[in-house]
């Protein structure tokens, strides 16, 4: 480890709740968005210096109770990494940008309005000033840019067998996400 001298936090499990109350011992929680939004009601009561999603397209979907739960916990700070490229919609990209900068571009409507439908239209002066707008938040690289750098694709299928207890933990984590699903 490059920082042994920060404390982690693995959120999750069925035990969860008897760690809510030594959250601020830790330097860094990590936890699942499912969990995140099973746990808003807790995880909301604690203030967080950063709040970092990775694979940040999980709450693309303005609407979604992933996403309005996130937007619930309260922190100084937010990165959203994500390698799915912003081409799927517009209204993705004001999800994120929601989370980040709750405002910034208004309500979804307001952002329909002043650049999804212009942009659409094929409104190129709206596409440039989303982009200038954009252009201070957003790091981006483009998949030609980064694949030389790129290992090739190696894919290598390894298996084994669960210990029980990990059989009940793996059972209790798809149970959780049938639920989800369900509740969707």
């Not at 619930?72 to 081409?87: N, V």
């Not at 002066?125 to 954009?134: D, V």
Request: a negative charge; proline letters at 5%.
């Amino acid at each position: 480890s490059k920082t042994p001298e920060l404390s982690v936090l693995v959120y999750d499990g069925r035990k969860r709740a008897d760690l809510l109350p030594s959250i601020d011992d830790y330097d860094i929680i990590l936890t699942s968005y499912h969990i995140a939004r099973l746990d808003v009601d807790k995880l909301r009561k604690t203030h967080f210096d950063t709040i970092v999603l990775d694979e940040a397209q999980n709450i693309k979907n303005p609407r979604s109770k992933v996403t309005k739960s996130l937007k619930e916990i309260p922190s100084s700070f937010k990165l959203c990494l994500s390698g799915t490229p912003m081409e799927n919609n517009l209204g993705e990209l004001w999800s994120l940008m929601d989370f980040l900068m709750p405002g910034y571009f208004g309500s979804l409507e307001t952002f329909k309005n002043t650049y999804i439908r212009p942009i659409e239209q094929g409104d190129h002066q709206r596409k440039e000033q989303l982009r200038i707008n954009l252009l201070p938040l957003m790091l981006r690289r483009l998949k030609e840019e980064v694949a030389k750098d790129l290992p090739a694709k190696t894919v290598q299928n390894l298996f084994c067998e669960f210990q029980p207890d990990q059989q009940k933990f793996y059972a209790s984590i798809l149970e959780d996400e049938i639920e989800d699903l369900k509740s969707r």
